[in-house]
């Protein structure tokens, strides 16, 4: 991409990561959060993440990858630490390390 | 250290301290993936102010490499940023007196760490106030820029195996369904939307079909949570009423 489109690309981004921070919390600071709202957005996050490490992890180049995927048994591993340590720096780490790690053996 | 002492500046600083630490590991491997993605310094400065989610950041990175076209970009960090519109109306119980020209300022700059920050510190700091609020995120704003600025500089120096450096990407997203995992629910939510996610773009070889499978997800949740509710108040009778959540009752 050029630089003038990636640049129109960026404002596009900062319409679609300002307005969902701007109007909840604007509205929201003066009524109460509906209750269906706030119980649908519980799920939303988790399944976004979900999708793109499912994506990651197990497609690559259009096709399903199973055998012989080391990023299978690195996805377990960065699970674990993250959920024991709480921590993204920790856990991003982890997940370079182990990719790097299983890919020479 | 007498805490009264401390100019607003430097409780905030000291409050943000561990979470600009650990931005710049995360935010150098953001910044180099962006300069592989054609993003020069500046680009990568502007992201990082203007978007300011490494979640984002990261999926932008991902969408560019596939080719993705320009809807579908901005429709996936659309809906991911959707998130910060719960984060949003939680943390908006503390401006009920604030100006609109405050919310408007301060929520540009809010994002999932520091809304935890200035979340637990307005509930449990009742010296806590909107300056030093503004002051945490723009201290994880100026670390998390810097670090992305750096890594894009170290990304067009140095060779990076881009395919090891996009799996910082992917850890990063399990950190995050990490945080997210409270309930059993929730776990097969993701799960379902996991699978319906490689399911769509094996079929569509689209990235739309991420976004249907996080609609589809996110909504038999939601609507497993409703049918749970309302099979929770029609069947239990007065002596039940100690099951309130969804891993009590499983079938």
């Not at chain 1, 259009?62 to 340590?85: E, P």
């Not at chain 2, 993936?33 to 950041?57: D, E, H, R, Y």
């Not at chain 2, 510190?121 to 609020?133: F, Q, V």
Request: proline share 3%; with cysteine; glycine share 6%.
């Amino acid at each position: 991409m050029s630089d003038t489109s990636l640049l129109l690309l960026i404002f596009c981004l900062f319409g679609a990561s300002y307005l969902p921070r701007l109007f909840p919390m604007l509205y929201f600071s003066q009524r109460q959060v509906p209750q269906w709202f706030s119980d649908w957005m519980k799920y939303v996050p988790i399944s976004l993440f979900a999708a793109l490490v499912f994506k990651d992890v197990f497609i690559s180049e259009n096709h399903f990858d199973l055998i012989g995927n080391v990023r299978i048994i690195a996805m377990f591993l960065v699970s674990g630490v993250a959920y024991k340590t709480r921590s993204m720096a920790i856990s991003v780490i982890t997940g370079l390390a182990a990719v790097f790690l299983l890919s020479m053996i | 250290m007498p805490v009264k002492k401390r100019t607003p500046w430097l409780e905030a600083l000291y409050a943000a301290l561990p979470l600009c630490l650990s931005y710049i590991p995360v935010g150098l491997a953001c910044g180099m993936l962006l300069q592989k993605a054609g993003f020069n310094i500046l680009l990568t400065a502007l992201l990082s102010m203007l978007v300011f989610s490494g979640g984002a950041q990261f999926l932008v990175v991902s969408m560019i490499s596939v080719h993705a076209s320009f809807v579908s970009t901005i429709l996936m960090v659309f809906f991911l940023e959707l998130r910060y519109a719960l984060l949003g109306s939680s943390l908006s119980q503390f401006f009920k007196k604030e100006k609109r020209s405050f919310i408007a300022l301060f929520s540009q700059s809010m994002n999932d760490e520091n809304y935890a920050v200035n979340y637990l510190k307005y509930s449990t700091d009742p010296e806590w106030n909107r300056k030093k609020a503004l002051y945490v995120n723009w201290f994880s704003m100026a670390s998390w820029t810097g670090s992305t600025v750096l890594g894009t500089i170290f990304g067009s120096v140095i060779h990076v195996d881009t395919e090891l450096v996009h799996f910082a990407l992917t850890a990063m997203f399990i950190f995050m369904f990490m945080m997210q995992l409270s309930n059993g629910l929730l776990l097969a939510t993701g799960l379902l939307s996991g699978g319906l996610a490689v399911i769509f773009m094996l079929v569509f070889k689209n990235t739309f079909g991420l976004i249907l499978a996080t609609l589809l997800a996110s909504f038999t949740g939601y609507l497993i949570e409703r049918i749970r509710k309302t099979a929770n108040t029609k069947d239990d009778g007065p002596d039940h009423y100690d099951l309130t959540g969804g891993e009590v009752h499983h079938e």
